[in-house]
């Protein structure tokens, strides 16, 4: 879990903080947990107990994590527990943009009304790409040119799909 603060460790923090059995990381601007921890940490919290106490159950000096840590801990392991991937230690690396399996698109409605709301949106979605460059070329003049070459506005470019 990586915890954005101003709050650097130093050498020796970073040795006791990587001391405690319930540490799985720690550099110099962050501290990861282990699974255990964390579970720990959601509970107790979810319980009522304050973080600045669950932090001292756990063996840690709440002093040296800051009081930023201390409140964005908490708001991280619940977001974590709520995630798709669940509680986890270390990271889990997963792509920006989800790409559909073979089954999963096998799996897509291929009816004629889902095929043509399908392209409506595509021309939709093309429409306001447009709309948007639009936008930011009057914003920031010297930079008229759409990817495509056309001008006009876009919108009126894609006629609605009817078939």
């Given at each position: 879990m990586k915890v954005g603060t101003s709050?650097?460790?130093t050498e020796e923090e970073i040795q006791t903080l990587a001391k405690n059995p319930h540490t799985l990381s720690v550099t110099e601007n962050r501290i990861s947990f282990t699974l255990e921890a964390k579970r720990t940490i959601l509970e107790?919290?979810?319980?009522?107990?304050?973080?600045?106490?669950?932090?001292k159950d756990l063996g840690y000096d709440p002093d040296v994590l800051g009081k930023g840590r201390l409140k964005s801990i908490a708001k991280n392991i619940q977001a974590e527990s709520e995630s798709e991937h669940g509680l986890?230690?270390?990271?889990?690396?997963?792509?920006?943009?989800?790409?559909?399996s073979t089954e999963e698109?096998?799996?897509l409605e291929t009816d004629e009304a889902s095929i043509i709301k399908l392209k409506n949106e595509v021309v939709y979605l093309r429409a306001e790409m447009e709309f948007l460059k639009k936008s930011h070329?009057?914003?920031?003049?010297?930079?008229?040119a759409s990817s495509d070459g056309?001008?006009?506005?876009?919108?009126?470019?894609?006629?609605?799909v009817t078939e």
């Open positions: 709050k650097k460790f107790q919290y979810g319980a009522g107990k304050s973080m600045r106490q669950v932090i986890h230690e270390g990271y889990v690396r997963t792509a920006k943009r989800k790409r559909l698109i096998k799996d070329n009057r914003r920031y003049p010297g930079s008229e056309r001008a006009g506005f876009g919108i009126c470019d894609y006629p609605r």
